[in-house]
């Protein structure tokens, strides 16, 4: 089975300029999650979906930060502008049905540095 | 309000020791309990869960306990090999809360050849 697939990998950027993230979570997985990672803490959860509609954006700072799932598949994450604090991991995580007590399987994310 | 921790950020071990890593949550409502290990570079990756209902839970070289009555989990790895070297999160989940698992801070378990 294939796990979640993020891309990219790596990106560095400037204060103020716009990223996008992209997640493809493992087939049949109803429920997708974005997580932000910084340096020597958890995942924190910033946004979760249903097929495509949202269960919980109460952590995303949605004055920056937007996420979509339109066909309930495929997830693009955009942070614009970014600042320096959003440098971390962002993980991307999926997980069978609604997601209550089932495992999440997560990829190996997006590490974003912002200069 | 609610919050994972771990008792020991770094963890020491010979191979072929066993390892008991810790995790304490403040919120009693909490009903289910993953354990994940990320390597460098990594994603988490899934070990183990756990449900309130029980209190013991084993897999292949791992044991998880939960002590509700202390809001206390555990995670055993017998025989510890170099390959477990990583940096080992609890999570929590409660009924209602959709599937958000909320995160502890983490520990690092280096095993000693």
């Known amino acids: 089975e294939a796990g979640v697939a993020q891309s990219p990998r790596y990106k560095i950027i400037e204060k103020r300029q716009s990223v996008a993230f992209w997640c493809n979570p493992i087939?049949?997985?109803?429920?997708l999650y974005w997580y932000q990672q910084i340096l020597g803490q958890g995942p924190k959860l910033l946004i979760q979906?249903?097929?495509?509609?949202?269960?919980?954006d109460s952590q995303l700072p949605k004055d920056r930060f937007s996420a979509e799932r339109l066909k309930g598949v495929d997830s693009t994450l955009k942070i614009q502008p970014a600042k320096l604090e959003d440098s971390a991991v962002y993980l991307c995580?999926?997980?069978f049905g609604t997601g209550e007590h089932q495992p999440q399987h997560f990829g190996d994310g997006t590490r974003l540095s912002i200069l | 309000g609610e919050s994972v921790g771990l008792h020991l950020p770094t963890l020491s071990v010979q191979e072929g020791d066993n390892s008991i890593i810790n995790c304490a949550y403040s919120n009693s409502a909490s009903d289910y309990f993953i354990w994940y290990k990320q390597e460098s570079g990594k994603g988490p990756q899934f070990i183990i869960d756990i449900r309130s209902n029980m209190d013991k839970r084993q897999g292949q070289r791992v044991t998880v306990l939960l002590n509700k009555t202390v809001k206390h989990l555990s995670l055993q790895i017998a025989a510890t090999q170099p390959g477990d070297s990583a940096v080992y999160f609890c999570?929590?989940?409660?009924?209602?809360?959709?599937?958000?698992?909320?995160f502890g801070q983490g520990t690092e378990l280096s095993v000693k050849p």
């Open positions: 999570a929590e989940n409660f009924y209602g809360q959709g599937g958000k698992l909320i």
């Open positions: 979906f249903q097929n495509n509609g949202v269960v919980d």
């Open positions: 995580a999926s997980s």
């Open positions: 087939s049949g997985h109803a429920t």
